[in-house]
Nanobody
Framework: QVQLQESGPGLVKPSQTVSLTCTVSGGSITTTYYYWNWIRQPPGKGLEWVGAIAYSGSTYYSPSLKSRASISRDTSKNHVTLQLSSVTPEDTAVYYC????????????WGQGTRVTASS
């Protein structure tokens, strides 16, 4: 079955760029019509959709993060990457990747998440 595994640096200093990877096993990230999403949850708060990359390579972003977020993929490694620039302490959260069968659709498979702490 398809599994998602997030990875990242854990701690990042404010103003830096954090890069997170979602490695997919058991299925290809180019399979139609899946969308690979990034979602985050700050401590004590709800889930926030960050963005997604489609099976085609098209990307989509939350308007509030569009200026700082960049989602890409490496089809040879079957992984999806989220880069978030100019981080602040407000970006501290657990970051999840999840698969959906259409844009902003039901998130049917989730990774376990990776914690990012933005602190000096």
């Amino acid at each position: 079955q398809v599994q998602l595994q997030e990875s990242g640096p854990g701690l990042v200093k404010p103003s830096q760029t954090v890069s997170l990877t979602c490695t997919v096993s058991g299925g290809s990230i180019t399979t139609t019509y899946y969308y690979w999403n990034w979602i985050r949850q700050p401590p004590g708060k709800g889930l926030e959709w960050v963005g997604a990359i489609a099976y085609s390579g098209s990307t989509y972003y939350s308007p509030s993060l569009k200026s700082r977020a960049s989602i890409s993929r490496d089809t040879s490694k079957n992984h999806v990457t989220l880069q978030l620039s100019s981080v602040t302490p407000e970006d501290t959260a657990v970051y999840y990747c999840a698969r959906a069968q259409d844009y902003r659709g039901y998130l049917e498979i989730w990774g376990q998440g990776t914690r990012v702490t933005a602190s000096s």
